[in-house]
């Protein structure tokens, strides 16, 4: 593989950490971390698993405690002023204002930079057009959907040229067509050669989007690759999930068996998983075999709890 | 359409670069988020400017009703003051919204605005919300025959009172952990600065042991000022002099800390 140089880098993290007030566990502990330009790089994790003190210290919202991090060449402790030249971020529960229209919002974003309105307003109007908001683009933000709104959200940074993009939980709370059209912006994004760096706990969303994948947990970096390379990182290839019919004990001999609920999923070999639903057939119960995704690698890195991590 | 089909006219040859802040680039970014957070929304919604000043003109019907027409001439100039310092003040309690509800000021870090310059669109804005009732206090001013060659003095005296003040809400709003908690602060520190200190009557009716209590606040040097200069009360001119000091020294002061102290990035 490849390494890219540094001046291939968005993002370079060296040994970074950060750790709140006198909070005993770091949010962030130790994480280096090399993120390529021109590519989408998810932050994989659950809630409180430390993917948003990484991107805030990334965008310079934010002090680091220890170790080092540098966007787009630059020191994001020490040059800021240079970093933020170059960036736009949507954090996370990001609001909109009632009274603003969503070109308005736009436009806030635009001359705040110091944008001249004759270069905002073409700039202005286009993003919307391509974000699909030009029909709404006079109606005031509290007359519309979740999902217009969080368009609307990244419009204000997707218009601003940024060469860095970070989209924190870009999607959180929106409906799967309104998910759909975020991802698609966030791949045009990446296509007209942008870098974005995203943060999720949602799986089909990093797996259907990115580049590369780091898995975060309680702020320690668990693994980065493709989701090619994540999938590949785990022995087994195969997986069955099994609705009824068996005992976990029996089904240990087949491979790792996981408890998803009610039911049992087991990670296996090809051959072991035939044999597995061969049984299963014969006992008249439900199995369902697939290839392992990236669920698996999730659940198999970070652990099946459904709690969220320490809250920051 | 994409974004990439329709080249921006006049700098598509340009990709996208730093903006240097010249100057104008920062005047240009002040004025849009003052436009943007105060012009806009006063225009769309006119309700504001009632809530705004409605306490000041309060006080003043009271001390009309209470006190005679005498008192209404520091009345107005206690109302003005109040008016300035509570709009620098509720900066504070927007600006706690904007970072901690609508997460605006993050966005705004992540980009090339400077905590200067977002303070001032901010309480540029927020001087829309109360210029309406300002101009009222003028008119009023001028009708009692206030506005004389000296008033140029008092706008200076006025615009002091809007920035130490409006430094000192953006200043206290970074540091408000709980966006419920900024409006009763900000209320607080304005009923402090604004109601209980010599505002809206000369400091002679405080009895002289009390009075080194009302000199703490800066407010009372504003009135003291203010009184002298629209030629309502004379005071020695040591005391104008200590409340020029008092006066200029906090806005400098108040307009370092936002400055520099300020948390713009969180530590």
Redesign the interface.
Known sequence: MQVPSSSDLAIESISLSKTYGKSSRPAVADISLSIPKGTIFTLLGKNGAGKTTFL?MA?????PTSGTIKVLGFDAVTQ???V??????????????E??TPY?HV???L??????LS?AR??AR??L??LGLTPYSKT?SDELSGGLRQRTLVA???A????LI?LDEPTIGLDPVARRAVWKLIV?LK??GKTILLTTHYLDEAESISDKIAIVSKGRLLKVGTVQELKSSLSETTRVDIASGFYEEELHSFGKVMRIGENYRVLTDEQRASRLASLAIERRARANVSPVSLDDVFIDLVGESETDEEEQ | ????E?P????EEIP?G??R?SFA??L??I???S???GI??VI??PGFIVFSSTTPFTVLFFLFVVGGPGYVPYGLIGATVSILVGAGLFLGADATFNRL????Q????????TGVDYML?LSLGELTFVTPSLLVLFFVFGYLRLITWSFPLALVIMLLAWVFSSAFGFFLSTFILRSRSAFSVTSLVSTLLTVVPPVFYPIQVIPARFRFVAYLAPTTHLSILMQSVLGLQSYPESQLIVSWAVLLGFTIFFFALAAFKARW???
């Not at chain 1, 965008?59 to 002090?63: D, N, R, Y």
């Not at chain 1, 001359?111 to 001249?116: A, F, I, K, L, Y």
């Not at chain 1, 601003?160 to 060469?163: C, D, K, R």
Request: hydrophobic share 35%; glycine share 4%.
């Open positions: 805030r965008a310079t919202e934010l002090k800021t002023r240079q933020r030249e170059r960036i736009a971020a949507v954090p996370q529960e990001m609001r909109t204002f009274s603003l308005d436009m806030l974003s001359t705040s930079r110091g944008w001249s270069e073409p700039k286009r993003t057009n391509s005031h204000m940074a997707l601003t040229e940024a060469q970070f045009d296509h007209s | 359409m994409s974004i990439e329709e921006l006219q006049g700098k996208f730093p903006r802040r680039v920062r240009r970014s004025g849009a988020l436009y943007y957070t806009l929304v769309r919604s509800q609508f997460k605006f993050d966005f705004c870090v992540a980009s090339p605005l669109g990035r969180q530590p």
